[in-house]
């Protein structure tokens, strides 16, 4: 009696398992790109505008500061991305949560310490709507969001001319200095004439927190799950409509503290607050890794893309560029960090 053996597949001789390559493993993480392009432009700008105070305090501080603001807003972004949606709306509900916060304050004379928690409120009801009809509808949710920009954006300018026949509604003096308002609006430290706001703490707080859900919570496998196949995701038990919603609150909540830490700061919103953030964010999540079809991203890659945009929005100042030209920048910088997001992971899967 013969025994059958095993087919040569089913073992692979010892020679044959080899360790992945240090450089296809740094090659695989989503943020190296990024990584190497905020070095790259940082070093440019610091050569070609070191001498116009690039390198300076003042200079650190503004577009830090930049950076800061569009990266509390591309962390958000980057996980929803992940998930395989998008967020048009979020430039909207800058300017609407700005104006909410604004107008209870100064018009209906609402503590600040209710007003902010009522901001944020008022901003996960919009993202819970915008998961919700993304979800009942089935429609894409570039569109579902698209729809919402335009309503909150038109809602936001009537109904603020409306009520105080203004676009812009001030904050009184008493307000910008209300205690209340100190986690979202204060200076962490001066250096010559370079001051550093502490948006950069709630920068560095949301990349933190964005990164521990995704790289040590359940949730964060949910999020890769999904954005891979939903279908597939579903299969496995994974709760996919409760993930997407959370997702869109997540990303209105960014844009509720992002109104949270500029209104009190500039003393005032408009209703133009906001515009175009949210291709500023979806820019920095791409900058930064992120794949545009789900799946795949870093919320520390988001982080570098946030720098690089901050860098160059600032840079091109120092050099003595015209800032016309920041939307050209901008636009090849997108280009060129898909491509070479898709030329690297290409590189680290072994694929052509």
């Known amino acids: 009696m013969t025994t059958a053996s095993a087919p040569p597949s089913a073992a692979a001789p ?19 790109g990024a990584l190497v392009g905020a ?7 610091a050569v070609l505008g070191g001498k116009g105070g690039f390198l300076s305090p003042t200079g650190f501080a503004g577009y830090l500061e930049l950076a800061a603001q569009v990266g509390i807003l591309g962390a958000s972004v980057t996980l929803l991305m ?65 729809a919402t920009q335009l309503i909150l954006r038109g809602a936001t300018i009537a109904l603020t001319r409306q009520i105080t026949n203004l676009t812009i509604v001030n904050l009184p003096d008493a307000a910008k200095s209300d205690p209340a308002f100190i986690p979202f609006a204060t200076t962490l430290f001066k250096i010559d004439t370079g001051t550093f706001k502490v948006e950069l703490v ?27 196949s939903a279908q597939a995701a579903r299969y496995v038990g ?14 209105a909540a960014s844009a509720a503290l992002y109104a949270c830490v500029v209104v009190p700061s500039v003393g005032s919103a408009n209703v133009r607050d906001g515009t175009n953030r949210e291709f500023e964010a979806i820019i920095t999540a791409v900058v930064g890794g ?3 079809t789900g799946g795949y991203g870093s919320a520390l890659g988001s982080a570098f893309g946030a720098f690089i945009l901050g860098t160059t929005q600032l840079g091109i100042n120092f050099v003595g560029i015209n800032s016309d030209w920041y939307q050209v920048v901008l636009g090849s910088i997108l280009l ?17």
């Open 14 to 32: 010892p020679s044959r398992l080899r360790a992945e390559s240090p450089l296809r493993r740094i090659l695989s993480r989503p943020e190296s």
């Open 39 to 45: 070095i790259v432009v940082f070093v440019i700008f």
């Open 82 to 146: 992940i998930a395989g949606e998008f967020d048009l709306s979020i430039g909207s509900v800058i300017g609407a949560c700005g104006l909410f916060l604004a107008m209870l304050i100064s018009v209906y004379s609402v503590p600040v310490a209710i007003a902010i928690p009522a901001t944020f409120a008022f901003a996960l009801a919009i993202g819970f709507v915008n998961g919700w009809l993304v979800i009942r509808t089935g429609l894409p949710s570039f569109i579902v969001t698209l």
């Open 202 to 228: 709630w920068w560095i707080i949301v990349v933190v927190l964005a990164s521990w859900v995704l790289m040590r919570t359940r949730f964060g496998n949910w999020i890769y799950a999904v954005g891979g």
């Open 238 to 251: 994974v709760p996919v409509n409760r993930v997407k919603i959370l997702l869109f609150m997540g990303t």
């Open 290 to 292: 992120t794949l545009l």
């Open 336 to 352: 060129l960090a898909v491509l070479a997001n898709t030329y690297l992971l290409r590189r680290a899967s072994g694929t052509r």
